[in-house]
């Protein structure tokens, strides 16, 4: 999961590319980037932490330009603390090409090798977007014939990516003195929309913005008027006049959006894939009910309390179904990172307590039920239950908007790993006892994609294989598995290294 965005615009697109990046720092807070381009010249500036770190006035200063990218980065591939690995990436054959991406390879290793062996060209990082930039730059060059470039020309390239690549990728590239890409995978596995506008800068009447983001937040948020999903497998091309250009590069694309975007990833403002985040979560919650009723009397529950803050809906929605007071039990400090999404498991547990806070009236002598959005590695729900006991709780109930995250994730969500799921090969009453709570109800599988789903008839099914097991591409294997295991734990071990690092620094630091 990371949060892309690409400009094309008749002014400067340094101040709205940074726009929109704040507006999609959810999907990512380990780095950020932000390349543009003047007449054919890059522009560049990427470095781990939040947008607001990483660019200063000098830095935007430094990023000239009508035409532009960025990305905010969550790691899922590669090496969560190298810098060099930040996003965009650039190749200067053919033309200059510069580009971001949101997804994970599944045979990025097969095109490591492939690419050294066949195409000649060397791949310097661990990321599978250095591979994805190489594999588009190679096939561009093969379908140029003659200059300029033709919008058909880069289709062609793109249709012969789709052939190559496997996994999820919705992608944003530039390429110098020709225009700005956009594709999707052909199963829409992660998302990509874009919009037209003036924008919201005070240049509103010289302006005219063409945006692509991975979220229609990024859109709106910026002043602009969303267009349309990019389609499974489509690419739109926008050359230098602003002139746009859209065509189908996949043989049989389907759409299959990830189901986790909307049970926990995108913000409840955005609209992906023509479900509004916010309506899906509150159908999570009314179904949600459904099943609690059935398992257990909600004469027994005092209130209705959310984990801060993507299960806010879904309580609000279950605890009028039943008929239950909600309230505001946690206070979330907002300047803490959001747990899921941190490198280290250690830095993971020890955040929560950072991040929230019991407000103890709302918990003394009641009996309360607790509401998350999904319990992924069942740490931060224990340490939860355990600060509702200790804020007076007389009972502890825990529901989960999402089914039991059992398998492990390989569309870009950092859960690829069995041993890391609280709920792989484990009872929801083994589930219930380590978390500690004194119920546990989850989501049905079955109920949550028909509620979501009911949302957009069109939509033919969800990529939902971290609760169901089943992998859309079809080409994940049990050596995949491993592989990924096996570079999880190597980046684990550096994460720990990196860990004690910085507190070894930290202490030479206050002793001195």
Same mark, same amino acid.
């Given at each position: 999961?990371?949060?892309?965005?690409?400009?094309? /615009?008749?002014g400067?697109?340094?101040?709205?590319?940074?726009?929109?990046?704040?507006?999609?720092?959810?999907?990512?807070q380990?780095?950020?980037?932000?390349?543009?381009?003047?007449d054919?010249?890059?522009?560049?500036?990427?470095?781990?932490?939040?947008?607001r770190d990483?660019?200063?006035?000098?830095?935007?200063?430094?990023?000239?330009?009508?035409v532009?990218?960025?990305?905010v980065?969550?790691?899922?591939?590669?090496?969560?603390?190298?810098?060099?690995?930040?996003?965009?990436?650039?190749?200067?054959?053919?033309?200059?090409?510069?580009?971001?991406?949101? %997804?994970?390879?599944?045979?990025?290793?097969?095109?490591?090798?492939e690419l050294?062996d066949?195409?000649?060209?060397?791949?310097?990082?661990?990321?599978?977007?250095?591979?994805?930039?190489?594999v588009?730059?190679?096939?561009l060059?093969?379908?140029?014939?003659?200059?300029?470039?033709?919008?058909?020309?880069v289709f062609n390239?793109v249709?012969?990516?789709?052939?190559?690549?496997?996994?999820?990728?919705?992608?944003?590239?530039?390429?110098?003195?020709?225009?700005?890409?956009?594709?999707?995978?052909?199963?829409?596995?992660?998302?990509?929309? @874009?919009?037209?506008?003036?924008?919201?800068?005070d240049?509103?009447?010289?302006?005219?913005?063409l945006?692509?983001?991975s979220?229609?937040?990024a859109?709106?948020?910026? %002043?602009?008027?969303?267009?349309?999903?990019?389609?499974?497998?489509?690419?739109?091309?926008?050359d230098?006049?602003?002139?746009?250009?859209?065509?189908?590069?996949?043989?049989?694309?389907?759409?299959?959006?990830?189901?986790?975007?909307?049970?926990?990833?995108a913000?409840p403002?955005?609209?992906?894939?023509?479900?509004?985040?916010?309506q899906?979560?509150?159908?999570?919650?009314?179904?949600?009910?459904q099943?609690?009723?059935?398992?257990?009397?909600?004469s027994?529950?005092?209130v209705?309390i959310?984990?801060?803050?993507?299960s806010?809906?879904?309580?609000?929605?279950?605890?009028?179904?039943i008929?239950?007071?909600?309230?505001? %039990?946690?206070?979330k400090?907002?300047?803490?990172?959001?747990? @899921?999404?941190?490198?280290?498991?250690?830095?993971?547990?020890?955040?929560?307590?950072q991040?929230l806070?019991?407000?103890?009236?709302?918990?003394?002598?009641?009996n309360?039920?607790?509401?998350?959005?999904?319990?992924?590695r069942?740490t931060? /729900?224990?340490?939860?239950?355990?600060?509702?006991?200790?804020?007076?709780?007389?009972?502890?109930?825990?529901?989960?908007?999402?089914?039991?995250?059992?398998?492990?994730?390989?569309?870009?969500?950092?859960?690829?790993? /069995?041993?890391?799921?609280i709920?792989?090969?484990?009872?929801?009453?083994?589930i219930r006892?380590?978390?500690?709570?004194?119920?546990?109800?989850y989501q049905?599988?079955?109920?949550?994609?028909?509620?979501?789903?009911?949302?957009?008839?069109?939509?033919?099914? @969800?990529?939902?294989?971290?609760?169901?097991?089943s992998?859309?591409?079809?080409?994940?294997?049990?050596?995949?598995?491993?592989?990924?295991?096996?570079?999880?734990?190597?980046?684990?071990?550096?994460?720990?290294?990196?860990?004690?690092?910085?507190?070894?620094?930290q /202490?030479?630091?206050e002793q001195?």
């Amino acid at each position: 999961m990371c949060g892309i965005v690409g400009v094309i /615009s008749t002014g400067p697109v340094n101040q709205l590319i940074y726009d929109a990046l704040l507006l999609l720092q959810h999907r990512g807070q380990d780095a950020a980037g932000i390349v543009t381009m003047q007449d054919t010249k890059c522009f560049m500036h990427k470095a781990r932490g939040m947008v607001r770190d990483v660019f200063r006035t000098r830095n935007m200063r430094g990023l000239p330009g009508n035409v532009g990218l960025g990305q905010v980065r969550y790691p899922t591939a590669g090496n969560a603390y190298s810098e060099e690995e930040a996003q965009p990436f650039y190749v200067n054959a053919p033309f200059g090409i510069v580009l971001v991406h949101n %997804g994970n390879l599944t045979n990025a290793q097969a095109l490591k090798k492939e690419l050294f062996d066949v195409d000649r060209r060397h791949i310097n990082t661990q990321s599978d977007t250095e591979v994805l930039i190489n594999v588009l730059a190679h096939e561009l060059e093969r379908s140029v014939r003659e200059l300029p470039l033709s919008p058909q020309a880069v289709f062609n390239a793109v249709r012969a990516v789709h052939k190559r690549i496997k996994g999820s990728y919705a992608v944003v590239a530039l390429i110098a003195g020709h225009g700005l890409l956009a594709f999707r995978d052909p199963f829409g596995i992660r998302p990509l929309c @874009f919009g037209e506008g003036s924008g919201d800068g005070d240049n509103k009447a010289s302006s005219r913005n063409l945006i692509v983001a991975s979220e229609s937040v990024a859109i709106v948020g910026t %002043g602009h008027q969303v267009t349309r999903d990019v389609a499974p497998g489509e690419a739109i091309f926008v050359d230098t006049q602003g002139q746009l250009h859209t065509q189908q590069c996949a043989d049989h694309p389907t759409l299959n959006p990830c189901m986790f975007e909307y049970v926990y990833l995108a913000r409840p403002d955005s609209i992906m894939d023509g479900i509004s985040v916010y309506q899906a979560r509150l159908n999570l919650g009314e179904t949600l009910a459904q099943r609690l009723v059935s398992t257990m009397p909600p004469s027994d529950i005092d209130v209705v309390i959310p984990i801060p803050e993507s299960s806010r809906p879904s309580a609000m929605q279950l605890a009028q179904k039943i008929g239950k007071p909600y309230r505001e %039990g946690f206070v979330k400090n907002r300047y803490v990172g959001r747990t @899921f999404i941190m490198p280290g498991q250690g830095v993971r547990k020890k955040s929560v307590r950072q991040k929230l806070n019991a407000i103890g009236v709302e918990f003394k002598g009641r009996n309360v039920l607790l509401v998350d959005d999904s319990i992924v590695r069942g740490t931060t /729900s224990k340490e939860i239950v355990q600060m509702a006991r200790e804020a007076g709780a007389r009972k502890v109930y825990m529901a989960s908007a999402a089914p039991p995250v059992r398998f492990p994730n390989v569309y870009g969500i950092d859960m690829p790993t /069995s041993e890391e799921l609280i709920a792989h090969n484990r009872s929801i009453e083994e589930i219930r006892q380590f978390i500690g709570a004194d119920a546990l109800i989850y989501q049905d599988v079955a109920a949550m994609k028909r509620v979501v789903g009911a949302l957009n008839p069109a939509i033919g099914g @969800f990529e939902a294989s971290c609760f169901d097991g089943s992998y859309i591409t079809g080409d994940v294997s049990a050596e995949d598995f491993r592989s990924m295991a096996a570079q999880r734990r190597a980046q684990g071990e550096e994460e720990e290294g990196a860990d004690r690092s910085r507190l070894a620094l930290q /202490s030479a630091t206050e002793q001195s």
